[in-house]
């Protein structure tokens, strides 16, 4: 019968697959033209169809052809691998989209792994990739079906999630992406890796600075054990990755964790969220200087993840509780300002009590309000000492010059200020160049 893949390709069948690799559009319309069958048809050993080609070599033309042609989005090849997974796999987001455009199954799992799009593009390390396909998870009637965090977090055959495989592979970016999405920190995975793993025993393994950041800064437990008993030290201290072996040594300084917990964090704007998250990493950072003195050689200076949130400070108003940094975060309604590093010492301040189990929800350093919204500091202050007008009406102003007049005393508000003064210290924010400041426990 000629349906089955016969063993002698007939040569405009090889023309058809060699026009899909190549995207050649035209070619490839007019192989359909004398024999529309070829759609249907796949390559002999690994059974890809012209959209699997396609779509793991970024064509996008070819891949919304095949798809107006109606082929199926679902199509899988000989290790069940779909067009999906495969653009996943080479980063070619553009077919990514399109392709879950076209109702492309998020929730497939290849033969060889059990894996699905999202391990595929985290284990190859296509952010955006992962992006696009968790933005599409959260509207797909697979959130419901399935659940977005249950998607997120889904294991493949060997248990190992997305985290455990971007962790593993040291893909910074990546691992930032899920963990911001609700990847589990500290999963263990069944039987990948060396059996028992969390995401950072793999990252510890690999050696992977940025990585064991990310994922201590989210909450990463130091003291988890693998299924040997070990603690992600003593696997990078095996490998002879020092530095990470420095932060991960569970009697080095608590790294600042991110506050995940409260709610008015998690909603928060985009913005004032990578400017919050920078301000950590950059008190992180100031920890490890610390920790890292010791270890012999220099640390590698890490990649900053968001420039932009750092610099440009120069023309807005300082802080009025370090007195270091610009003014960067507005608190919303009262209109207050603050630098982004002490907001974050008031949110890890007002960590939620587990005694009370009380959701203590940090409110405004300045005048006590409750916080609703926290945003990017964009009203630039004037520029001359006189300005009249909207600006001096509001209290903001007159407000933190008075914060700042009582930082030294005993008022109630100021003791919430120095309370705020005192994290950011522990921050390592405050440069003290006399003493070596050990919070290091010993
Ligand atoms: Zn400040
Ligand atoms: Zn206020």
């Known amino acids: 019968m000629g349906h089955g893949a ?29 024999r529309p069958s070829l759609l249907a048809r ?6 890809l169809s012209a959209l699997h080609i396609a779509a793991a070599h970024g064509h996008l033309q070819v891949v919304s052809l095949a798809l107006d042609l109606c082929v199926h989005p679902d199509v899988v090849n000989r290790h069940k ?23 492309a199954n998020i929730v497939m799992f290849d033969s060889s792994h059990g894996r699905t799009c999202l391990h595929y593009a985290a284990y190859y390390g296509h952010a955006d990739c992962l992006r696009t396909i968790l933005s599409a998870a959260k509207s797909a009637p697979v959130s419901e079906s399935w659940g977005f965090a249950r998607f997120v977090n889904v294991r493949d055959d060997t248990g190992a999630t997305p985290l455990h495989l971007a962790a593993r592979q040291g893909w910074r970016r990546c691992v930032h992406v899920l963990l911001e ?31 064991v950041r990310q994922l201590l800064s989210w909450g990463a437990d130091r ?32 790294p600042l964790v991110w506050p995940s917990a409260l709610k008015f964090i998690s909603e928060l704007e985009p913005n004032a969220k990578s400017l919050l998250e920078a301000a950590l990493m950059e008190a ?15 640390l590698p200076s890490p990649s900053r993840s968001d420039d932009a949130a750092i610099a440009e400070a120069s023309d807005a108003e300082v802080c009025s509780i370090c007195f270091e940094q610009a003014c960067s975060i507005e608190v919303r309604e009262c209109g207050h300002q603050m630098c982004a ?11 939620p009590n587990p005694a009370t189990q009380s959701q203590l929800l940090p409110t405004c350093p300045f005048c006590r309000g409750g916080i609703a919204a926290l945003v990017v500091a964009t009203r630039a202050p004037a520029g001359g000492d006189d300005e009249e007008g909207s600006r001096l009406e509001s209290p903001r102003h007159r407000r933190s010059r008075r914060a700042m007049n009582l930082s ?7 003791s919430l200020m120095g309370s705020i003064a005192s994290s950011i210290g522990k921050m390592g924010r405050r440069r003290t160049d006399s003493s070596e400041q050990v919070d290091d426990k010993p």
């Open 223 to 254: 003291l988890q054990r693998d299924s040997v008993g070990r603690i992600p030290y003593e696997v990078a201290v095996k490998r002879g990755h020092v530095a990470c072996a420095a932060l991960l040594n569970p009697s080095s300084a608590e």
């Open 81 to 103: 691998q779909t067009a999906l997974m495969l653009a996943a796999m080479h980063g070619k987001t553009d077919c990514v989209r399109r392709l879950l455009d076209a109702g």
């Open 341 to 351: 590093a002490c907001t974050l010492a008031l949110c890890c301040h007002a960590k």
């Open 181 to 211: 999405n609700g990847a589990i920190v500290s999963a263990s995975s069944g039987a990948f890796g060396f059996p028992g793993s969390t995401p950072l025993h793999l990252a510890a393994r690999g050696g992977n600075l940025d990585c």
């Open 408 to 414: 030294g005393d005993a008022g109630s508000t100021s």
């Open 42 to 47: 796949s390559t002999l050993f690994d059974r």
């Open 6 to 34: 016969s063993c002698g390709r007939p040569s405009e069948e090889v023309d058809f697959f060699g026009a899909a690799q190549s995207g050649d559009l035209d070619r490839l319309a007019a192989a359909l033209r004398s």
């Open 284 to 298: 992180n950072r100031e920890r490890e200087r610390r920790i890292l003195k010791g270890t012999k050689n220099a």
